[in-house]
């Protein structure tokens, strides 16, 4: 796929590479790292090229290579020196910059090669804990400083999530529950970001559970349902903007989904992490660290 052009401030260099402006523009002066282009007012604008070349510096810097070393190299031998750097944290770095570069130019045949090659180390569960959620934090903090756009976020959100459906659709056809304990997954009225409730459901299958996944914005009234169907069930939603009142969510959980019994309501997301624990029912469960959901399944 050709490249997309797209032209990069300093600023989005160093929200990308995590190297400090100051930095990138002493290296520039003194070892002529980067030859970037001036706007009309002297502003400098970095290309893809450049990018890339100052997140395989910065991946080299952190490995212990120094700067004044890495500045005698040229850009290929810089390349290949990233590649025979294999140790484990290494390929973890290496990873995410790769990602990012493919989110950038909307790259997915970047994305699928590197993500094919750690699978032939590592476990899918261990490339979304140790690769894909520290990216996606990145992500984040990338939007947040206006470094990236929506659209950004947006391609690959939507690049994991489709190797979250594969991985899932693979256990269900693998492997059989080895557990009665049955999950209704869900996300409440106006919350549509589902990644993190999509991989939860891949652990609880992983562990042996049995899992209904209903999917974003889903008013609490249409599963009453499926509560005359399956009477013993385990709920769990993730809330990450929605609803604007948690404390308004569980009360209304408790008055049309219990109705006289307890049903487990396991709560995941920034909007739940905003709630204090001492004022929750005993059948609210809040989970403020994966780690510690994972533990208990």
Known sequence: ????????SIKDLENLSGIKAHTIRMWEKRYNILSPERTETNIR??????LQKILNIAFLNE??????????LSE???TAMVHRITSS?????????????????????????TYKGLLEKKSFKTIFNDIFLPLLNEVGMLWQTDTIKPIHEHYIVDLIKQKLYLNIVDIKST???????????FLPENEIHDIGILYIQYLLLH?????????????????KFLLERYPNVRFLSYCTIAPVNMQDFINE?????CDGRQYELNLFGHKANMIKDTALPENIKIYRDLNNFTKTI
């Open 1 to 8: 796929m050709e490249l997309i052009k797209q032209n990069f």
């Open 45 to 50: 604008m970095y290309d893809s090229s450049s």
């Open 63 to 72: 490995n212990g290579y120094k700067i004044s070393r890495i500045s005698k």
């Open 76 to 78: 290929e031998e810089i």
């Open 89 to 113: 944290i290494s390929d973890e770095n290496r990873a995410i910059n790769q990602f990012k570069m493919a989110m950038m130019n909307f790259d997915e045949t970047l994305f699928d090669k």
């Open 175 to 185: 492997k059989d529950p080895s557990k009665d304990d049955l999950f209704i997954l």
């Open 207 to 223: 562990a042996g559970y049995q899992t209904i996944f209903l999917g974003p914005s889903l008013p609490l009234s249409n599963m």
């Open 253 to 257: 959980f408790q008055e049309i989904i």
